[in-house]
């Protein structure tokens, strides 16, 4: 956490990918054989087959089969819905089945806790010195002694005007009546909890479970206006119309946009949730040297490239930065005059004010008849 602020600072001057979760590829290149260094890696010390644990859509399937091409090792992709679900059967397999897992930093905090995650061997990561060093040595992993940054995007609001009859310049917008059945928002209760609590002035990692409620019940008060809670492809209903206005992330932002210029991105005055996704291999990882040997090719820049255009996130590969291809550029930093200070990384919290988040999101999804 205390390399943060200087990570957000950076983001103006050194990111070079726009971000989200969703599985719909926002590129269509064709991926080509990788730059960077090949010493020790693309399977010379490894072999067999590789399972990789993420979700669904994270890599070009182009790329995977370059993998295999190169080193003979076998990728058995595997999807999860849910950082939690990932964790789970984590736990029941106690750190086996798979060999790379990629999950957001906050559960991977988690993992580490628990041991059930492998300490990396650099030595086999010859392109390990291509990350970009704004993205270590945050909270989950302030050594980067387990994970490998793959992807970081933050929150957004973004709006068509043409079916939006007011400005929107943060949260409380929102709550406008002239939204009435017509926006759609992420399924992530931490993040659309966090909206009434950023509106309060709160943190997000706010501990107070009498805040936590009272963000709740303003949370109540946006019901009318929700006509979707959905994760998946949401910039799809964006684009089609079904929504005006949604909050997303950062990659459905970067494809409705790129489907439709004329949309209008908002960074909440009110503050933003910032977060980063990262591989890791679990401790009983069947494959690790295969594992060492995926990181390590996925830090190649072109393949990086290849990926970031693919998922549309923030790219963490500083050696990428300078491949991906114009069309992106423009979704790539954040707005000169966007403190630092109003970003935030979502951590995790006790259990007495997760379970505060909990009940509020459900009562809140029921008032929305999600």
């Not at 990350?131 to 995007?153: K, L, S």
């Amino acid at each position: 956490m205390k390399k943060f602020f200087a990570l957000a600072l950076s983001l103006a001057l050194a990111l070079t990918a726009f971000a989200g979760c969703s599985s719909t590829s926002a590129s269509t290149s064709t991926p080509s054989a990788a730059s960077g260094s090949t010493a020790g890696s693309a399977g010379t010390a490894a072999s067999g087959e590789l399972n990789l644990y993420t979700w669904e859509g994270m890599f070009p399937q182009e790329v995977l089969d370059a993998f295999t091409a190169e080193t003979g090792i076998k990728v058995n992709y595997s999807s999860f819905d849910t950082d939690e679900t990932m964790l789970a059967k984590l736990e029941t397999a106690k750190g086996g089945d798979y060999d790379v897992v990629i999950a957001d930093d906050y559960i991977i905090e988690t993992a580490i806790a628990e041991g059930l995650v492998m300490g990396l061997d650099k030595s086999k990561i010859a392109n390990i010195g291509n990350v970009n060093p704004v993205y270590q040595g945050q909270f989950f992993d302030p050594e980067d002694a387990y994970t490998v940054p793959y992807g970081a995007g933050v929150q957004t609001i973004v709006y068509n005007p043409d079916l939006v009859d007011i400005e929107i310049n943060g949260y409380e917008d929102l709550w406008d009546a002239a939204l009435e059945s017509s926006l759609g928002i992420t399924s992530n209760f931490r993040v659309m909890n966090g909206m009434a609590l950023k509106i309060a002035g709160e943190s997000y990692n706010t501990e107070d479970v009498a805040a936590i409620e009272a963000a709740g019940a303003k949370l109540l008060e946006l019901a009318p206006n929700i006509r979707l809670i959905k994760d998946d492809n949401l910039q799809d209903d964006l684009i089609s119309g079904e929504i005006s206005a949604g909050v997303m992330y950062t990659s459905q932002v970067t494809m409705a946009c790129l489907a439709n210029p004329d949309l209008k991105v908002v960074y909440p005055s009110e503050g933003i949730g910032f977060g980063i996704m990262a591989q890791f291999v679990p401790v009983n990882a069947p494959n690790p040297d295969a594992a060492h040997a995926f990181i390590d090719y996925i830090l190649r820049p072109e393949v990086s490239k290849q990926c970031f255009e693919y998922i549309g996130y923030y790219c963490t590969n500083q050696a990428a930065d300078a491949l991906i291809e114009d069309a992106y550029q423009s979704f790539l930093t954040l707005p000169e005059d966007f403190s630092a200070d109003n970003m935030e990384m979502i951590q995790n919290i006790s259990a007495e004010a997760m379970e505060a988040h909990t009940k509020v999101w459900t009562e809140f999804r029921t008032a929305c008849g999600q």
